[in-house]
């Protein structure tokens, strides 16, 4: 296992944010959804920090972000 830097931290961060807020602002609601389903681009910046940096930085992003969401949406 290779070490955690400090510039991994502020990346991990900062894509837990983006999934958080393209969760958050960028959704549609569907109306015929019994529960109230929603589409949304929160896995846009899941995958990209997937892609782009280590898959540990992606999934501590998308599991964090997206929880986050669930926690603060109701």
């Not at 681009?41 to 999934?59: Q, S, T």
């Amino acid at each position: 296992m290779k070490n955690f830097k400090v510039k991994d931290l502020v990346i991990t961060s900062l894509f837990i944010a983006l999934v958080y807020v393209f969760t958050w602002i960028v959704k549609i609601q569907l109306p015929f959804s019994p529960n109230g389903g929603l589409i949304h681009l929160g896995n846009v910046p899941f995958f990209l920090a997937a892609i782009f940096f280590d898959k540990r930085v992606g999934m501590t992003a998308g599991a964090l972000g997206m929880g986050l969401f669930d926690l603060t949406s109701g």
